[in-house]
């Protein structure tokens, strides 16, 4: 679905991403973690290609995406990304309208059928009742669950997302990543996904990208990727790994170094 052959990538002169190789399947669930700065929003915007690589190839759904029109990206590609602000008081049907806007001719928009895929779109994230509101009356999680129902209504292969989850309490940050979970598991979907919390990454990543100083110090398993001394290197933060004992995945504890009052 998507593959990184020898990337390297950054912004004017400056290479933020280094020689960076992998492939993800369709209907993978891959979660990309690193130490901030380390390249992993840069990642998703050349995987997007909001930049363009200095070097190397990206390929989506094996077609080079140097040769794909943004047209077609956009109907393949889904993001999410981190920023996403809101300054006007959009309502949610509209907002989540937007997404069609990939697939319209000039006569087309918001037409029946677009109308019934953005409904589909607010409903498989449960928000279809907030279809009539403003996106700014709405709570952080409510939000959230409409930028998805957005990108889901461009009837995306693969969904990139940056951080989805980084302003959201506990109960809204398992009930997104559930619901992804479920697109990934139900319908196929390819997912990619930055996050900072290494322990939602373990519980719900098929395989996780650990970035280091822009290159990819390891990817694998969350079993193989979170070893504390892998962590410990790249976060420079003594830590223990364990075992959830319900999940069997690991988790991450932070500790304070022993020699230190
Ligand atoms: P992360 O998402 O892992 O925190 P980024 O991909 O945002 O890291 O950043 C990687 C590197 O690229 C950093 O050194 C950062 O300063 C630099 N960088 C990020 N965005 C820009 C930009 N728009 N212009 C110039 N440099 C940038
Ligand atoms: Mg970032």
Redesign the pocket.
């Known amino acids: 679905m998507l593959d990184f052959l020898n990337v390297s990538s950054?912004?004017?002169k400056?290479e933020?991403?280094m020689d960076i190789t992998f492939s993800i399947k369709r209907g993978g669930f891959l979660g990309v973690i690193?130490?901030?700065?380390?390249?992993?929003?840069?990642?998703?915007?050349t995987a997007t290609r909001v930049i363009r690589p200095f070097k190397g190839e990206v390929r989506l759904g094996n077609k080079k995406i140097e040769e794909m029109t943004l047209r077609q990206i956009a109907r393949i590609v889904g993001v999410v990304s981190?920023d996403a602000l809101f300054i006007f008081p959009f309502k949610v049907i509209d907002i989540v309208l937007m997404g069609r806007i990939p697939y319209v001719n000039r006569f087309s928009f918001g037409s029946k059928e677009d109308l019934r895929i953005a409904s589909e779109a607010l409903d498989a994230v449960d928000a279809l009742r907030l279809r009539g509101r403003f996106i700014d009356e709405l709570s952080a999680g409510e939000a959230q669950r409409v930028i998805i129902a957005r990108a889901l209504a461009q009837k995306p292969q693969i969904l990139f997302m940056?951080e989805p989850t980084t302003h959201l309490d506990i109960s809204h940050q398992v009930e997104v990543f559930s619901l992804l979970r479920r697109l990934n598991k139900g319908s196929g979907l390819t997912v990619v996904t930055?996050l900072h919390d290494l322990n939602l990454a373990s519980e719900y990543c098929d395989e996780l990208l650990l970035?280091k100083e822009?290159r990819i110090r390891s990817q694998g398993t969350p079993d193989e990727v979170l070893s504390y001394g892998l962590i410990e290197e790249v976060y420079k933060t003594p830590v223990i790994v364990k075992k959830n004992p319900l999940t069997s995945r690991p988790h991450v504890f932070t500790v304070k170094p022993c020699n230190i009052p």
Do not use: C, H, V
Not at 34 to 45: A, D, E, I, V, Y
């Open positions: 950054g912004y004017g400056k933020a991403l690193g130490p901030n700065g380390s390249g992993k929003s840069t990642l998703l915007r981190q940056d930055i970035l822009g």
